[in-house]
């Protein structure tokens, strides 16, 4: 893994969007990764100051959300869809058939989780995969657990990622339960992956990804496992990590 940590959010910032944009100077029909959460949103809007300029075009790119919040229907004002037009479709020149995110709100959701992987086949691999980290080393919402489930499937919220989620809700009872979630194998079939850190609160999870064992109980730890991982830190979510 390389991992950079920065000073200031001016470099974290411009680091990532210069990454996504050099993809998509070399590449301009690259398949993007995205994120949602706060971390990426400083990216976000950094590509979007980029675009306005002129130096990056998104017109040829394809996209592949992370995640969905389940139950909630893709003009709903919290769900990850409208995250993504919010905070970067809207203002590029992407062409919005291009951009894949799971419909949470999927009669059949097997269905939807199957579908999802077939047209990730069909156009991937991901080159270049934006990842989150949660305070309980989740990747998506690949949460802690015994065993991960390879490709995307429904996966139950645990309660500290619906709290640490209540910020975007009026309350944690507005939390949907569950989610749709790109398994860490989808994850890990990136060409390269950009993984986002910010705040002391995920210091602990990113050493123990970066340094402990590979463990489904840290699934950002399964990232060690990956040949081309680039870490950005800040100084908070950097503590433990020189
Ligand atoms: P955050 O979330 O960027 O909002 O901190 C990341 C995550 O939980 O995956």
Excluded at 8 to 33: C, I, M, R, Y
Excluded at 64 to 79: I, Q, R, T
């Amino acid at each position: 893994m390389n991992i950079f940590k920065f000073e200031n959010d001016e470099d974290f910032v411009q680091t990532g969007a210069n990454l996504v944009a050099s993809l998509l100077q070399s590449n301009p029909k690259a398949v993007l990764g995205l994120a949602t959460g706060s971390t990426p949103i400083g990216v976000y809007e950094r590509l979007v100051q980029m675009y306005r300029k002129g130096l990056v075009s998104f017109a040829k790119a394809s996209s592949y959300n992370l995640d969905e919040y389940v139950g909630l229907s893709a003009d709903h004002p919290k769900s990850y869809r409208s995250f993504m037009n919010k905070h970067l479709f809207d203002h590029i020149d992407i062409d919005l058939s291009r951009t894949h995110v799971p419909d949470g709100n999927a009669k059949d959701l097997t269905a939807e989780c199957l579908a999802y992987d077939q047209r990730l086949e069909n156009e991937g691999p991901v080159d270049l995969q934006i990842l989150g980290i949660g305070s309980n080393g989740h990747i998506g919402f690949n949460e802690p657990d015994a065993s991960l489930t390879s490709g995307t499937h429904v996966v139950d919220l645990l309660p500290e990622t619906r709290e640490a989620n209540a910020r975007f809700f009026p309350s944690v009872t507005d939390v949907p339960m569950q989610a749709i979630t790109m398994g860490v194998g989808s994850i890990l079939k990136a060409q390269q992956i950009l993984l986002l850190v910010r705040g002391a609160e995920k210091a602990e999870a990113i050493r123990k990804a970066v340094k402990g064992p590979i463990t489904t109980q840290c699934p950002a730890s399964l990232l060690q496992s990956h040949p081309n991982v680039m870490v950005l830190l800040d100084e908070g979510a950097g503590q433990w990590l020189k």
